[in-house]
């Protein structure tokens, strides 16, 4: 019984041993199975049919498990198992089967063979991992990463790996960058060598910041030297590839972009802005920048200030939301044809509404800007503020309907009427032009010094008949007077009759006299009946206007002569206001004509023939003043029909009538220059070969500033009316103001095109100076070289000489230490003409150019060392040409180079030579110079070459002169060393070469 109890339990814990092995394979994909190798017999575990796809009650044999291998794929399972039998390799491989469903699956097989005592094959076991995920997410990688390795070969951008612990980079996709190597640059630290010095911070500052980021990091913008020297502006992206197991990064992707010509194009756009920000901030014309939608997209203060708007508030608006609504249908159609490609600009009037609700007129001129392409950009608009000049028209439209309709009243008035019916009608024809509710008309009484009302008009009560005292009342205040008067409120008048105080029938009063030959004949007023009406000025000045015609009716129906007088007046008013008319159209024509262009010359020019077109102008021209200069410029001078070129003229030496005209400020008018007493000594331009008899020049103001002078000539004296001068002043106000705008353009063109010739001649300055720098840099290697091999000498020397002080003989001493300070010496004056080269060549010193006398100069520097060649054998002597210039040196350096040059003679000179400095003046074709010539004459054969360090101070001293340094020799004849400076033209006559 005990024994069956343990068989069952083993039993029992078997099957559960099973079980879970069958649900670890399950869940791992692995399946197991075992072959007995002598008869092929298979088996296998529940989670094999799962992985080749079989149902799980298919009866299994090898014959059936071959079916899912493809044919290459069964070759290779039957090579392995068969090597693994014999003992060859280890049963492991992979390989790819084809389910019954067609479904494909990658398998990984391992398996062991158990041999018998003999070593035959007996078992094998295996197990089977279903691995299609993994070689699925492997191919997908692959894929990725040709897809990653073909994206980096086509990117423009170089991008390499960092690793922030050894600071060393790998390039992924570039051979090398800005000239180095991809072996230079992935030495440790390599790229950040070669970041500009002031951007360095901001890289490293850049690394350190990424670390804390999950995705990319900050986009930077630094200088990076390439490898010929040159600078290139590096755009840089930053990725965390990995991180330390403490979360910092470990290692970085960085994506490097050369983006120096976009800088350069970036900064060519910032000055482009910044002309066209300055010319359209500045003017004082109102600006604008409207889009293809209407939309402002930019506003100048101008327009700010003419609408009264802030900048952000226009920026929220369409032009039409502030042009007048029955402007918009011509505004809208205007802006559609200039869309359609009908118009590219137009010049137009509309109204706007400003912020406080008022509404002003503005001259609009608008271009339609393009792109490239030839599609609409934005529109560039031009708004002045002509609200004064159409006020002025209106006012002036309003006063020639007003003084038409007088004039018409007038006629009719004074057609013969009995005197009730006249005056009657003069009340009734009052009170309709001055568009009143009722009115007046008292005659005077002067002998009872009282008024008596004669017509009581339209109201509540017939007052007909009313006296009043001279003084009493309006109309006895104006009798008494004879000044019109307004009264806004009669009622509250303290002057008011006490005959109207019951029915105070009217609020506002307007009063005139009717007067009569210097005398008041009476008075006639109109009325308002309601508080809020009141009487202007302007209704004052009409309503005496009509008192006086009417006036005029009333003595006309006596005397008719004076009804004839009455229409000749009439008729010349109405010529007068018609003339003024036809000015003021013209002034608007002429006005259109100066403006529509912004040329100074073509500005000009269409105010000349605009002037000759309504004035009698034989000689115009337009003077321009600078106050800094006292010069008066002409930029048009047309005599009849040509152009003059007038030369400018000194005010403040000859002011003649235009210097007159801009220092009285105010205009000249010289009937006849012929007469000696018009004159009073002003010197009169003239043009041609003849002298205009008659002259009016009128100052052009801006801002209380005289500009300039606008003159008209005539070759008849007495040419101009008092009429046609005044015409010219106000042509000459609207004339000021296009001037100014032509000369703001054309200095607006001129600083455009003076920037645009500063940037070619700073590059061309830049590459000449690159160049220079390449030749300086191989000329200092050589000067470092020579600098060298000249130190050694009396650095040996006083080696030795110091040598011997320690342990020669002590009776010599003072001859060391003579050689000791001579050769210390020589090292000084060598390290300071190294030290006073390289002052020179960094800027750091200055020369001082001065007019020297090279004469004594070189006197001097004999005189100086004549003792100095005597202790040496030598001779020293000076040569100077008689009236030598000066020439323009620094008193402190040229001797030096001359000095360098006599020591270096001396050098080279054998005992008992003579060493002669000569100095003299010679001329080339091009130039003229003075000359110092080193001569030497040398017993040996003369050469040029190793002319040593203070040569070679010489002749940098010399360029830094602007001169040259010549060398000349002749075996047997000695040799020369020749310093040639220029000598200014101003220096130097013919006479002294």
């Not at 410029?633 to 040509?642: E, G, K, M, N, Y």
Request: glycine share 6%; with cysteine; proline share 5%.
């Amino acid at each position: 019984m005990q024994t069956d109890a343990r068989s069952k339990r083993a039993e029992a814990a078997l099957q559960e041993t099973n079980a879970k092995l069958a649900r670890a394979q399950r869940i791992a994909h692995i399946g197991s199975w075992e072959n007995y190798l002598p008869t092929n017999e298979l088996s296998w575990s529940e989670e094999m049919y799962h992985i080749l796809g079989f149902p799980s009650n298919t009866p299994m044999n090898l014959a059936e498990v071959v079916r899912v291998f493809p044919p290459e794929e069964l070759a290779r399972f039957q090579g392995a198992m068969t090597a693994a039998v014999a003992g060859e390799t280890p049963y492991s491989m992979d390989y790819r089967i084809v389910r019954p469903d067609g479904s494909e699956r990658y398998i990984h097989d391992e398996g062991e063979v158990i041999r018998d005592e003999h070593g035959n094959a007996l078992w094998m076991y295996g197990a089977t991992h279903d691995i299609t995920e993994r070689k699925r997410a492997e191919a997908a990688l692959n894929e990725s990463e040709r897809r990653l390795r073909s994206v980096l070969q086509s990117s423009p951008d170089t991008v390499y790996a960092l690793d922030l612990a050894s600071g060393r980079a790998t390039f992924l996709n570039r051979p090398g960058f800005c000239g180095y190597l991809k072996e230079e640059l992935e030495a440790p630290g390599s790229i950040l060598h070669a970041v500009h010095p002031d951007d360095s911070a901001t890289v490293r500052e850049n690394w350190r910041q990424i670390s804390g980021l999950d995705g990319p990091g900050k986009v930077i913008e630094y200088r990076l030297q390439c490898k010929d020297g040159a600078w290139e502006w590096i755009e840089q992206r930053t990725t965390i590839l990995s991180r330390e197991p403490d979360g910092a990064a470990r290692q970085l992707l960085l994506t490097l972009s050369v983006i120096t010509e976009r800088k350069r194009m970036e900064e060519a756009l910032r000055d482009s802005e910044e002309r066209f920000r300055r010319a359209f901030h500045d003017t004082a014309v109102g600006t604008a920048l409207v889009d293809v939608r209407g939309c402002f997209r930019q506003v100048n203060p101008a327009l700010c200030r003419m609408l009264g708007y802030t900048e952000d508030e226009l920026l929220g608006k369409s032009f039409q939301d502030i042009t007048h609504p029955d402007d918009r249908p011509a505004d809208a159609e205007f802006f559609n044809r200039v869309l359609a490609g009908e118009a590219d600009s137009h010049c137009f009037e509309k109204r706007y509404a400003c912020k406080d609700g008022s509404l002003i007129w503005a001259l609009v001129s608008s271009s339609l800007i393009r792109d490239s392409q030839g599609r609409p950009r934005h529109f560039v608009s031009h708004m002045q503020d002509i609200t004064g000049r159409k006020r002025a028209e209106e006012a002036l439209r309003q006063r020639v309907e007003e003084l038409a309709a007088l004039y018409a009243t007038s006629l009719d008035l004074v057609t013969p009427h009995p005197l009730p019916d006249l005056l009657r009608a003069i009340v009734e024809r009052a009170a309709r032009l001055l568009n009143a509710s009722g009115g007046g008309l008292y005659l005077c009484e002067p002998e009872r010094q009282q008024v008596r009302c004669m017509v009581s008009y339209n109201t509540p009560r017939d007052f007909t008949g009313v006296v009043l005292k001279y003084g009493e009342g309006a109309a006895g205040t104006v009798a008494q007077t004879g000044q019109p008067l307004i009264i806004d409120d009669y009622r509250a008048w303290p002057g008011r009759a006490a005959v109207f105080d019951e029915d105070q029938p009217f609020t506002a009063i307007l009063s005139a006299p009717l007067i009569w030959q210097g005398q008041v004949t009476g008075v006639i007023h109109v009325l308002h009946d309601t508080q809020t009406r009141r009487f202007t000025q302007a209704d004052q000045e009409l309503l005496t206007l009509f008192a006086q015609q009417a006036a005029i009716a009333v003595a006309n129906t006596r005397l008719l002569e004076d009804e004839r007088a009455a229409r000749r007046e009439k008729n010349r008013l109405l010529e007068a206001l018609e003339q003024r008319a036809e000015e003021l159209t013209l002034l608007n024509r002429i006005g259109l004509a100066i403006t529509s262009g912004l040329e100074l010359t073509s500005v000009l020019r269409a105010l000349d023939e605009q002037c000759r077109q309504v004035l009698p102008v034989d000689c115009f021209y337009v003077a321009l003043y600078d106050a800094q200069s006292g010069l008066i410029r002409f930029p048009l001078f047309r005599d009849v029909d040509r152009d003059v070129a007038m030369p400018p003229q000194d005010m403040r030496a000859r002011p003649g009538m235009t210097g007159v005209v801009i220092q009285r400020r105010q205009t000249l008018y010289v009937a006849d220059t012929f007469d000696p007493h018009a004159v009073n000594g002003l010197q009169v331009i003239r043009a041609g070969g003849r002298s205009a008899r008659s002259y009016v020049g009128v100052p052009l103001v801006l801002r209380d500033e005289v500009i300039g002078v606008m003159s008209m000539q005539n070759y008849q004296p007495n040419a101009y009316t008092p009429e046609q001068i005044r015409l010219l002043e106000t042509i000459a106000a609207q004339a000021a103001i296009a001037v100014e705008n032509a000369r703001l353009y054309d200095e607006a063109r001129r600083y455009a095109a003076e920037l645009e010739e500063r940037v070619a001649g700073r590059t061309t300055e830049l590459q000449t100076a690159l160049q220079r720098l390449e030749t300086t840099d191989q000329l200092r290697r050589q000067f470092i070289i020579q600098v060298s091999h000249e130190l050694r000498t009396p650095l040996t020397n006083i080696k030795t000489s110091v040598f011997l002080l320690e342990r020669g003989k002590p009776e010599k001493h003072s001859q060391y230490i003579a050689t000791l300070k001579r050769e210390s010496e020589a090292l000084r004056i060598l390290i300071e003409d190294q030290l006073n080269l390289l002052a020179l060549d960094v800027g750091k010193a200055q020369l001082n150019f001065q007019p020297v006398d090279v004469g004594k100069l070189a006197t001097r520097l004999v005189a100086d060392r004549g003792d100095l060649v005597a202790d040496r054998g030598l001779t020293l002597r000076a040569e100077s040409a008689p009236d030598l210039p000066p020439v323009l040196a620094d008193p402190r350096m040229l001797p030096q180079a001359i000095a360098h040059l006599l020591a270096h003679a001396a050098d080279r000179a054998v005992r008992g030579a003579e060493i002669v400095l000569r100095v003299a003046a010679h001329r080339d074709e091009q130039q003229a110079w003075v000359t110092i010539a080193v001569a030497e004459a040398a017993q040996h054969t003369a050469d040029a070459a190793g002319s040593g360090l203070r040569r070679v101070v010489a002749e940098e001293i010399v360029k830094r002169h602007r001169g040259k340094l010549t060398f000349e020799s002749a075996i047997g004849q000695g040799s020369a060393f020749t310093i040639w400076l220029p000598v200014a033209p101003t220096m130097m006559d013919d006479e002294q070469l």
